[in-house]
């Protein structure tokens, strides 16, 4: 009798436990979204075959596209202190990725091949025409791998501290995929998640790991980039998911070195090994150039906006100049 009381007992406190849990899930992600700091006043979306993506359009002049890194916390809003500066001179396109930002977020495996169909395709059918891209972090490796499949799309592109070589090489680990099935969990996965993209954790992670001075790093930075990662519910798991198990990573080399188009790749100077990851590439390709940003490291455009752009400028004046 006593045994079969404390199994009850067992079952209902377990019970309870994943209620609460659950409710606790819950309300993280409705605190996360209810200060709408990605609503805007462009909000644009192509029914995509996979899903719809939303992107905005702003400005006059050669078209531009603007490809967030690809992070689960991220989408578009890293380049919102540079593209007002660059649609002066050019039809300024964003995208947030498909799994990111207000982009849907199907239940599957993200892989790289399904992010270079969605840029050519982006490029077809929205933008229409060929023009130049410029690429934040991981989504470097996507958009060279897209230009090699597609070079007319392409006038040039701006590597922006792209990751390292040996980074595109890997391929998903036994203890990769273990965490990517704990994840997959509805209750304790869920969790997990919130606590990784918690406001604290991600304040934590711009102010000490992306930004090269803290003071750099406003709220509504972190407010943005946490809604970001809470949007969609707990689908937002799923990209994260592939994230950790590198299946969206894919080699670069072959791509870098039949690059037809001019390519720029520009690196804060705090970046980890950006110096190297610059040289591994111009080996690839010698016809490459870079810039670094002073005193900045993964977002040069968030935190020196107008140095950035006053970069980004430059080269396309120097590419417009030696074309004619």
């Not at 002066?88 to 495996?109: A, M, Q, V, W």
């Not at 996965?189 to 992670?205: D, E």
Request: hydrophobic content about 40%; charged content about 20%.
């Amino acid at each position: 009798m006593k045994k079969k009381n404390s199994f009850r007992s067992l079952v209902l406190f377990s019970g309870l436990t994943a209620a609460s849990i659950a409710g606790i899930n819950q309300y993280i992600f409705m605190t996360a979204v209810s200060k709408n700091a990605l609503s805007t006043d462009h909000d644009l979306y192509y029914n995509w075959k996979l899903g719809k993506i939303y992107f905005t359009k702003e400005g006059t002049g050669s078209p531009l596209l603007l490809i967030h890194e690809l992070d689960s916390m991220s989408c578009d809003f890293e380049w919102k202190k540079i593209k007002k500066k660059l649609s002066k001179n050019h039809t300024i396109y964003t995208i947030d990725l498909l799994g990111c930002g207000r982009s849907e977020k199907p239940h599957f495996t993200y892989t790289n091949f399904l992010y270079v169909q969605l840029i050519i395709d982006f490029i077809k059918h929205i933008i229409g025409s060929p023009c130049d891209v410029i690429s934040s972090g991981r989504t470097s490796s996507l958009v060279a791998m897209s230009a090699l499949y597609q070079k007319e799309l392409f006038h040039s592109i701006i590597f922006i501290n792209p990751e390292e070589l040996s980074e595109t090489y890997k391929l998903p680990e036994k203890q990769e995929k273990i965490l990517r099935g704990f994840l997959q969990l509805p209750i304790l996965g869920t969790l997990f998640y919130n606590i990784v993209h918690s406001r604290f954790m991600i304040k934590r992670k711009l102010k000490y790991s992306l930004f090269y001075q803290p003071a750099h790093v406003q709220d509504v930075d972190i407010q943005a980039f946490h809604e970001a990662s809470h949007l969609g519910n707990y689908s937002v798991k799923y990209l994260y998911g592939s994230l950790k198990t590198s299946y969206t990573q894919i080699p670069v080399a072959a791509a870098l070195q039949k690059l037809a188009c001019p390519v720029l790749i520009l690196g804060g100077t705090g970046e980890t090994k950006i110096e190297q990851t610059i040289a591994d590439y111009k080996n690839l390709n010698q016809m490459i150039k870079s810039r670094l940003i002073p005193d900045t490291i993964h977002y040069p455009h968030m935190e020196a906006p107008e140095k950035t752009a006053e970069t980004i400028e430059s080269f396309y004046f120097a590419e417009h100049f030696a074309s004619n």
